[in-house]
């Protein structure tokens, strides 16, 4: 029996930087649909939602890359998994102002999501409140992944442990390294 997939659906996240639990998030997604919308989340500078259950995620230092960066090292990373450019496409996502999210991101494009902590929660109310459909996505981690937080990540980096590579797609480590100096 042949798996119909839906023509488009789409992932959401800081990415900073994109590691490879958000590799796997992006597969999992992937093998839903066969075009994703990566939308890249803290876009704008006002605080926006989940200053109480996130408080780390609106601080400058979690914040390191600029959107830019952000998407040559999100298509770096899926390029070099062997996605071709043509199944995904970057864009804003600013849910930090819900408001405004549907001027960017048509209400129509189903929002595939993991449930990781409580901000991940406040996201899921807040599209489904919006009129998103929303796809909680479980277990999408592979065994043999090297996952680490992107706070760790970002800490290996600035102290120049180099064991961060091996906690990102192979693909952006060169970017992440030219990069360097924003974290």
Known sequence: MTCIKAKLGSIHGRFQPFHNGHLAYAMAALNKVETIYVGLTRVLSEPGIGADVAPHRLESSSNPLSYFQRVEIVRAALMSEGIPHDRFQIRPFPIEDPSC??????????????????????????????????????????????????????????????????????GTIDLIERFRSCF
């Open 101 to 170: 999210l549907n001027e960017f991101w048509p209400l129509d494009l189903p929002c595939y999501t993991t449930v990781v902590d409580d901000w991940n929660r406040l996201k899921i109310r807040e599209l489904q409140r919006i009129g998103y459909v929303v796809e909680i996505l479980d277990n999408i981690i592979p065994d043999n992944a090297l996952v680490e937080t992107g706070a760790s990540i970002r800490q290996k980096i600035r102290n120049s442990d180099a064991s961060w590579q091996k906690f990102v797609p192979a």
